[in-house]
């Protein structure tokens, strides 16, 4: 009867989120019910882990029907660890969310639990139609999510940005459905354990399943089809960047390794093709970074390079390549993310800049700079931090299948990518501290934040970093206290922030397309703790997994044993 318990983690915040709907107004509340569930989340998922730490499956058939008839639940070492790291990065971004006022939006609360239920049942469904299903429960309220999160006045660029999104994702998800029709009217079935091996023996199911890896493929950012996360995500707000890199396009990378290691039967005639195309993804993206200035942007193409890197583990289909790439994929996702929001933190505070329009935060906001820092040498895969593991092991198994190219493609855009982060450490944080900032935000730079809230201090809104306890009180950027009043309009086309109390004074001026935005920084820290931990934390972890690497490692082999022999797991589901 335990096995019927995986339900509930697409249940409950399902149920939740359409709770959460009904009181809506009701902040402090609903607030409150969100990291109760979450922190909940957190905890069920991690007791995920010891359950099937013996390399055993775990299976519910939903509402008890037959094998075959039923939607199939299953649960093993690679989908737990996924639960885990997934359920901590939803929550880790929610703290975010409250922190820079995002999460007080209306429907907020709910649409991040609707995103929650998708993806657990993306990670916990053995079938693919259902795959299909979840992935799209995940989608739609991303889509709000981008809606709600923006400034009232965004940018032409940024409705451009979401709309590429969109568009991309709908145009990949019907390529996805086509895909399994095909594999539906060639089989009969589009249970995953009863397609073992198909594609290896029937090119006709190899051709459809080659449709929905390419359907998948798109939706990971993969190199030719990855200009639309680049063009994207830096134009999101923080928090839904943050999450958004940590959930939508690994759901695609592990829907590649569960596809390709059961229904391809791990096929041995393919593994060039990903060699090829995952190495070109290493390189491109970050050759891409280099001619960015935005620090989200230079994020933005790593987080393509690193999608290479990590299916660089299935196309190296073996023990080595498979733990390799699993252990990869669960640090990047932490990594990534503790980026983005160190990133995000100082874009709530100061508005999005490009590099050398703000200096000195190493001296004025040490405890971001340290988060940044930390996470900016694991993504490069310095020691002791979890990206030194996870290149390590990944440039073993590249060349104990003898794929020498890939493993100096590997080390070549590793290095680079200590570049890049250095060249945003040095932009950013070196220098003396800028005092009073004067300068405008470039042409073309989405100003979407310079009227979000929470820009003059996160102490205006209810005496708490970045907390407020007023139902519209972030909406409207009127502070309870009276600290804060804006946003006001003073003229044709001028909107005003003004914070009283000597704390901060934003002007943005907005009168004429393309004008200059000037923004007036004061001196000293203002990124509270409530902002900069959300990314201390998750610097912590890859620390952590950098220090205790070996016992990741062996849950990811034990992951991979899954993954490269599918008897155990075809047998669980099937009975």
Known sequence: MLESALTLFVAVPLLTAGLLVAVASRTRLVLTVLFTVL????????????????????????ALWAPGVAI???????????????????????????????????????????????????????????????????LLPSYGLMMITRSGRASAAGVAAS?????????????????????????????????????SEDTGVAVATALVLFALAIKA???????????????????????????????????????????????????????????????????????EAAPRSILAFHMVSQIGYILLGVALFGPLGLTAGIFYLLHH?????????????????????RLGQLSGLAKTEPLIAIAFFASAMSLAGIPPFSGFVAKLSLIIAALDAGQIAAAAVAVAVSIL??????????????GEPTATD??????????????????????????????????????????????????????????AFTATAGTATRAATTAEAGSPDPVMVPPGRRIGLGLAAPALALAVVTLALGLGGQMLLELSGTAAANLYDPTGYVQAVLG
């Open 438 to 495: 004067s300068r405008t935000l470039p042409a073309g730079m989405d100003p979407a934040y310079s009227d979000a809230p929470g820009i003059p201090d996160g102490r205006d809104r209810a005496g708490a970093d970045g907390i407020t306890t007023g139902a519209d009180g972030i909406a409207t950027g009127v502070s309870a206290t009276g600290t804060a009043a804006g946003p006001a309009t003073t003229g044709a086309g001028t909107t």
């Open 163 to 199: 709309r590429l999104y969109i568009s991309v994702n709908l145009l990949a998800s019907t390529i996805l459905l086509i895909g399994v029709a095909l594999i539906y009217g060639l089989t009969g079935t589009v249970n995953i354990a009863e397609l073992h091996g198909a594609a």
């Open 72 to 138: 199939p639940f299953v649960l093993d070492m690679f989908s737990a660890l996924m639960l885990t790291v997934t359920s901590l990065l939803t929550l880790t971004c929610a703290a975010f969310a409250v922190a820079a006022g995002e999460a007080f939006k209306r429907f907020y609360p709910a649409l991040v639990l609707l995103v929650t239920a998708g993806v657990n049942g993306a990670l916990l469904t053995g079938d693919l139609f259902n795959f299909f299903v979840f992935v799209e429960v995940m």
């Open 333 to 353: 996702m932490i990594v990534k993310a503790g980026l983005f929001l160190a990133i995000g933190a100082i874009e709530v505070r100061y508005g999005p800049r």
């Open 417 to 430: 990518t200590l570049l890049s982060m250095l060249k945003i450490w040095t932009g950013i944080f070196l």
């Open 221 to 291: 950012a993969v190199v030719p089809v990855h200009g639309w996360l680049a063009r994207a995500y830096p134009k999101m707000s923080p928090a839904v960047t943050a999450m958004f890199s940590g959930l939508h396009t690994k759901i695609a990378i592990y829907a590649i390794y569960r596809v390709y290691a059961v229904i391809f039967d791990g096929d041995s005639r393919y593994l060039w093709v990903g060699v090829v195309v995952f190495s070109a993804t290493m390189l491109i993206g970050v050759l891409g970074a280099v001619g």
């Open 39 to 62: 922190v909940a989340q957190l905890a069920a998922a991690i007791a995920t882990v010891p359950w099937v730490s013996d390399g055993s499956v775990v299976v519910h058939q939903v």
